[in-house]
């Protein structure tokens, strides 16, 4: 069985920062691209960055300057750095990722269980 587990999240002033972290376990033979999302109240979920094996990131034009996308390949982890954070960045914060478990198949799509996410005025 495969599992995404998110940390990081929590309360923070309007401006501060947080780093969210999102490992898997389990076993895998390899992961491809990993991501996040985030889901505000009432709201559909929608990606923020996402980041291939190779290290290509992509971004929501809302994170581009303020939000980093990172990897650790040898941790199966992926990180989102959040700088400059605002009010409107208050949502549950959700890992996402491709993970191949058998050598010869397609990866699967897996996702954590999410982080909350407050930043306060």
């Known amino acids: 069985q495969v599992q995404l587990v998110e940390s990081g999240g929590g309360l923070v002033q309007a401006g501060g920062s947080l780093r969210l972290s999102c490992a898997a376990s389990g076993y895998i033979v390899s992961i491809n691209d990993m991501g996040w999302y985030l889901q505000a109240p009432g709201k559909q979920r929608e990606l923020v960055a996402s980041?291939?094996?190779?290290?290509?990131?992509n971004y929501a034009d809302s994170a581009k300057g303020r939000l980093t996308i990172s990897r650790d390949n040898a941790k199966n982890t992926v990180y989102l750095q959040m700088n400059s954070l605002k009010p409107e960045d208050t949502a549950v914060y959700y890992c996402?990722?491709?993970?191949?478990?058998?050598?010869?198949?397609?990866?699967?799509?897996?996702w954590g269980q999410g982080t909350q996410v407050t930043v306060s005025t």
């Open positions: 980041i291939t094996s190779g290290g290509r990131t």
């Open positions: 996402n990722a491709d993970i191949r478990r058998r050598l010869w198949s397609s990866p699967d799509n897996y």
